[in-house]
């Protein structure tokens, strides 16, 4: 029998715990906590599927607990009462301090594209709610939901910014609250058309592609020359001509029309930067499929579609313990240097947590019985 660490336990050995401690101290976190602490409320929502879940698995592993970190014991209403009572600032802090760390990971990585400056996409997901349960979440009259939007940094798949809101709240008014880093590129959905906020974004020194509505009125100023067998039909220096267009955005907009070739879709893009070629703005589009495979691989597997309280500090706590458990196993992959995708190397943890097996040993023997996922969709999402 291989007497080592867990799985569990290794991938906790890159979690800063220092880090941890000062933003727990930083909220009073384990005030007047006796049994249960916040790091073994972090490890339960690290793990846990449902308040039951979590009680009956765990303490069927009750003698590995303590080797994994945990001091307290597990129950439903003490995890539930936790979710409830502490502060999700803890949490939301130290989510940060793993993306500083991720971040700083990756930041010399090759890219699928040739740029110099960061690449980042945003969007939002919604995860609906029983509003007799969550009367604060409003979205509909019958429904209750909040939005986690997200800003995705996409050289390292990594959430560099997340604010939850209620379901009602409309994407583009998050533009606002976007922290913007001077000459980096910021791709949309077509959703974030408002032109007083692009152009708010284009004063602050920052570029953005997004894809225009079918709609937009404009006036061609000049064409460049066309790459008909990159797929560009058009690239044109416009002007928007409305009344309201022209006073939000009263500068000049380059307009691109690209063709799929592979499914006969035209596409027409906006951005304020002239200076990359017509087929890259393109290409920045194409790679906005990484923040739309993050929401779907968050909501199912990090289990943020049953929370374990029904206040908005607990549905916050656990939407960030479940981001920074994504995180850790960002981290832990570039440590490590895990060859395969950062997804199937979730996957792969997931079963195993409780198995004494070297991580890199157990990546490896997976990969041999197993396929990476080969991802080959990304165009379906220009039909949004």
């Given at each position: 029998m291989n007497s080592g660490k867990t799985v569990f336990r290794q991938l906790l050995q890159f979690l800063p715990r220092h880090d941890f401690n000062l933003c727990v101290r930083r909220y009073r976190g384990d005030y007047r906590a006796r049994t249960f602490s916040t790091f073994d409320q972090f490890l339960c929502l690290a793990y846990g599927e449902s308040l039951r879940d979590i009680e009956t698995c765990l303490n069927s592993h009750r003698e590995k607990l303590y080797h994994i970190g945990f001091r307290g014991s597990v129950s439903r209403s003490t995890l539930a009462d936790s979710c409830e009572r502490r502060d999700w600032r803890i949490f939301q802090d130290f989510g940060h301090v793993l993306i500083r760390m991720a971040q700083q990971l990756y930041c010399d990585d090759p890219f699928a594209l040739e740029l110099d400056q960061p690449l980042y996409a945003f969007d939002s997901t919604t995860i609906d709610l029983c509003l007799s349960l969550f009367p604060w979440a409003e979205f509909r009259t019958t429904k209750a939901a909040v939005k986690m939007h997200t800003l995705l940094d996409l050289r390292g798949t990594i959430p560099t910014y997340v604010a939850v809101t209620t379901g009602k709240v409309h994407d583009v008014r998050m533009l606002d609250a976007l922290p913007v880093t001077e000459d980096a590129i910021y791709t949309m959905d077509k959703a974030y058309t408002d032109f007083s906020r692009l152009y708010a974004l284009h004063r602050q020194g920052a570029f953005f592609v997004i894809r225009a509505k079918d709609n937009l009125r404009f006036k061609r100023l000049y064409s460049a020359a066309k790459d008909k067998d990159g797929g560009v039909r058009a690239d044109q220096t416009i002007a928007l001509v409305t009344y309201k267009s022209k006073k939000d955005y009263p500068?000049?907009?380059?307009?691109?029309?690209?063709?799929?070739?592979?499914?006969?879709?035209?596409?027409?893009?906006?951005?304020?930067?002239?200076?990359?070629?017509?087929?890259?703005?393109?290409?920045?589009?194409?790679?906005?499929?990484?923040?739309?495979?993050?929401?779907?691989?968050?909501?199912?597997?990090?289990?943020?579609?049953?929370f374990y309280g029904t206040s908005?500090?607990?549905?916050?706590?656990?939407?960030?313990?479940?981001?920074?458990?994504?995180?850790?196993?960002?981290?832990?992959?570039?440590?490590?240097?895990?060859?395969?995708?950062?997804?199937?190397?979730?996957?792969?943890?997931?079963?195993?947590?409780?198995?004494?097996?070297?991580?890199?040993?157990?990546?490896?023997?997976?990969?041999?019985?197993?396929?990476?996922?080969?991802?080959?969709?990304?165009?379906?999402?220009?039909?949004?």
């Open positions: 500068e000049k907009l380059r307009r691109v029309s690209y063709v799929d070739k592979e499914r006969n879709k035209r596409l027409v893009f906006l951005t304020n930067n002239f200076a990359i070629p017509a087929t890259t703005v393109a290409e920045i589009y194409k790679q906005r499929w990484q923040v739309e495979l993050f929401f779907k691989w968050v909501k199912g597997h990090l289990r943020i579609k049953s908005i500090n607990a549905v916050k706590s656990q939407i960030w313990v479940a981001l920074s458990i994504y995180l850790l196993v960002v981290i832990a992959k570039k440590k490590l240097d895990i060859p395969c995708q950062l997804y199937t190397f979730l996957q792969i943890l997931e079963v195993n947590l409780f198995e004494k097996k070297s991580i890199l040993s157990l990546v490896t023997d997976a990969l041999k019985q197993i396929q990476d996922p080969q991802v080959d969709n990304q165009l379906n999402l220009f039909s949004y």
